[in-house]
T-cell receptor
């Protein structure tokens, strides 16, 4: 199957700082990438959908100015959590899909665990 | 009402047992259905897609009931390694459509 990587896998930062998370499709071109957030013992909640070269579409209740998404190439999308606060501590997971992947679903990255002190 | 609903469990079953999970969805326009497995602190991994005719993969059987808008997952001969959270997900026709996940059902298989 297709491979999606995320970096970093874990990050701890101070309140007020910004954190950038990268999501890469390693062996296929990802026309669409999705960003999810998962709090402990809860399900994955879609934050936004990004298509290469265009602005991301954010789900209701997700602040686009706080969670900046850039999908500048077919293999890379970034999520920047700006002015992070403790309540932003969560597990952030990206997924990717594309016409070159022989699948009918999305491939998930391994996730990034963010802890804001 | 949530778009996708699951019983959170936990389901505690002995090895060798058969266990079934159901998942209901509210959007009748949904076209694609999946079961994912998620281990603690890991990303979800696709277990199987669910087709209208039902499909089987070893000990796992998935079924779709469009009229009642639910999908099911049956696990036969449970193994200790099956212990995980099982998430159902629905989306549109294309793999570029967003996935909507249920809250997941926790399964614990004991010796």
């Amino acid at each position: 199957g297709a491979v999606v990587s995320q970096h970093p896998s874990r990050v701890i930062c101070k309140s007020g700082t910004s954190v950038k998370i990268e999501c890469r499709s390693l062996d296929f071109q990802a026309t669409t990438m999705f960003w999810y957030r998962q709090f402990p013992k809860q399900s994955l909640m879609l934050m936004a959908t990004s298509n290469e070269g265009s602005k991301a579409t954010y789900e209701q209740g997700v602040e686009k100015d706080k969670f900046l998404i850039n999908h500048a190439s077919l293999t890379l999308s970034t999520l920047t959590v700006t002015s992070a606060h403790p309540e932003d501590s969560s597990f952030y997971i990206c997924s990717a899909s594309g016409t070159s992947a022989s699948t009918d679903t999305q491939y998930f990255g391994p996730g990034t665990r963010l802890t804001v002190l | 009402r949530k778009e996708v609903e699951q019983d959170p469990g936990p389901f505690n079953v002995p090895e060798g047992a058969t266990v079934a999970f159901n998942c209901t969805y509210s959007n009748s326009a949904s076209q694609s259905f999946f079961w994912y497995r998620q281990d603690c602190r890991k990303e979800p991994k696709l277990l199987m897609s669910v087709y209208s005719s039902g499909n089987e993969d070893g000990r796992f059987t998935a079924q779709l009931n469009r009229a009642s808008q639910y999908i099911s997952l049956l696990i036969r001969d449970s193994k200790l390694s099956d212990s995980a959270t099982y998430l159902c997900a629905v989306s549109g026709v294309w793999n570029t459509d967003k996935l909507i996940f249920g809250t997941g059902t926790r399964l614990q298989v004991f010796p």
